[in-house]
Every structure is written in C-alpha cells, then in structure tokens.
C-alpha cells in the first residue's frame, strides 16, 4: 500500500497488537479464476517464525481455498478504526482556507504462502480456538463442547483449514502526523466529540501517536 514515512509502523509487536485488534480480516489470494477474497476471522501465533502465523479457515465449497492450496502468495488485510476529516476540525481553515477533506484510519497488510489442511483433529483445535477467542467475553461462553459430537464432525467435513506463515509486513496509521499540533489536536477533538463510535475510537487513538512525533 503507498505509506509515506510519516504514516508507517515498523515495530513488530505494534504490528502484532493491530492484527489482534481486528475481528475480521480480508483474505486476498489471485489464481486460475482471477482475484477473490473471503472475510475471515483469524488467529495469530506470535511465536510462529519471525513475524507470526495465522490461523483459520473457509467453507470448503469456497473455491478460494484452492488458491491457497497451489502456492499463490496471499494478502490479508486488517483494517482498524477509521474516520473521515473534515475541513472545519483544522483550526488553520479560518487562517488561509487551504485545506481539503482526507481519511485517517489504520492498517496492516500480511504476505505469505500458506499450507491447507483437512485433518479433522487440527481442524478442531482451530475452530475451538477461534470459538474460545470470540466467546469470552460472554456470561455464558459456548464451547464446541456444547454441539453433538456427530454434529460438529459433520462440519469439520464442510470447512478447510490453513496456516500462513507472514513473510513480509505492512503497518500504517494515517493520524494527521501530517498536520500541525494545532491542525492535530481540532481534528482530534473534533472526533472524540462526534456521536459516532468509530470517530470516537479513532480520536483514542491519536494521543498516543502524536506524543511520539
């Protein structure tokens, strides 16, 4: 992705941390039927290779599995909080007008070549995990437990699983680093003020990355 110097995050663990965040990623694979992508929850193994694995899985009448299964490099995309910005939050506006409407967000994008697997056993493990990471924070947890045992058998038979081990990284956070601190700090305020929860998310985020340019 273009990412000006600015913008880009190079520590791993920030990277990692971004990934974790997002719930559900975009899995971009190209192979004999063109370009196609799946919406996925994904696991991350921060202890496998140097940059992590991820973990998960797709329907298996989901012909995009098939990519992954030739060797085509992947791309899977996290996409984090995100916030239009307008003109008006830059207090420089009523100094000389020249400012123009942009988007603040963040990203990461992960490349890598993955392994498919059908091994009910495995297969298990992840969907356990995956249903484990996502049930937790219920006051009722359901467990892959909960289903008959012929049941979930017969959907393990329906899914795919993969491992992709990430070759290369790619991090940004576009948080009007660009900007003046007083430029910086109206868009900033301007968010956390919006009603809208994902402008909120994004002003959280901004305090943190400003007071390290």
């Given at each position: 992705?273009?990412?000006?110097?600015?913008?880009?995050?190079?520590?791993?663990?920030?990277?990692?941390?971004?990934m974790v965040d997002c719930r559900l990623a975009v899995l971009i694979t190209h192979g004999e039927?063109?370009?196609?992508?799946?919406?996925?929850?994904?696991?991350?193994?921060?202890?496998?290779?140097?940059?992590?694995?991820?973990?998960?899985?797709?329907?298996?009448?989901n012909p995009q599995w098939r990519d992954l299964q030739a060797g085509a490099e992947a791309?899977?995309?996290?996409?984090?909080?995100?916030?239009?910005?307008?003109?008006?939050?830059?207090?420089?506006?009523?100094?000389?007008?020249?400012?123009?409407?942009?988007?603040?967000?963040?990203?990461?994008?992960?490349?890598?070549?993955?392994?498919?697997?059908?091994?009910?056993?495995?297969?298990?493990?992840?969907?356990?995990?995956?249903?484990?990471?996502?049930?937790?924070?219920?006051?009722?947890?359901?467990?892959?437990?909960?289903?008959?045992?012929?049941?979930?058998?017969?959907?393990?038979?329906?899914?795919?699983?993969?491992?992709?081990?990430?070759?290369?990284?790619?991090?940004?956070?576009?948080?009007?680093?660009?900007?003046?601190?007083?430029?910086?700090?109206?868009?900033?305020?301007?968010?956390?003020?919006?009603?809208?929860?994902?402008?909120?998310?994004?002003?959280?985020?901004?305090?943190?990355?400003?007071?390290?340019?």
């Open positions: 992705m273009y990412n000006p110097k600015a913008f880009a995050v190079e520590d791993l663990l920030q990277l990692q941390q971004m039927h063109g370009l196609q992508a799946s919406h996925l929850p994904l696991l991350l193994d921060t202890q496998q290779g140097p940059n992590g694995s991820l973990y998960g899985h797709m329907a298996r009448a791309l899977v995309i996290f996409a984090g909080a995100d916030a239009y910005v307008s003109p008006d939050l830059y207090p420089s506006k009523a100094e000389h007008g020249k400012v123009v409407p942009t988007w603040n967000y963040q990203a990461v994008h992960a490349y890598g070549t993955a392994e498919v697997f059908n091994d009910p056993e495995r297969l298990r493990n992840l969907v356990g995990a995956l249903t484990d990471r996502h049930e937790s924070g219920r006051a009722l947890p359901w467990s892959i437990d909960d289903a008959p045992a012929e049941y979930i058998d017969s959907m393990l038979r329906a899914i795919v699983g993969f491992a992709l081990p990430i070759q290369r990284l790619e991090g940004k956070r576009k948080l009007s680093q660009n900007r003046s601190p007083v430029d910086a700090a109206g868009v900033r305020n301007g968010l956390a003020a919006s009603p809208d929860p994902q402008d909120q998310a994004l002003a959280c985020l901004m305090p943190e990355q400003l007071s390290k340019e």
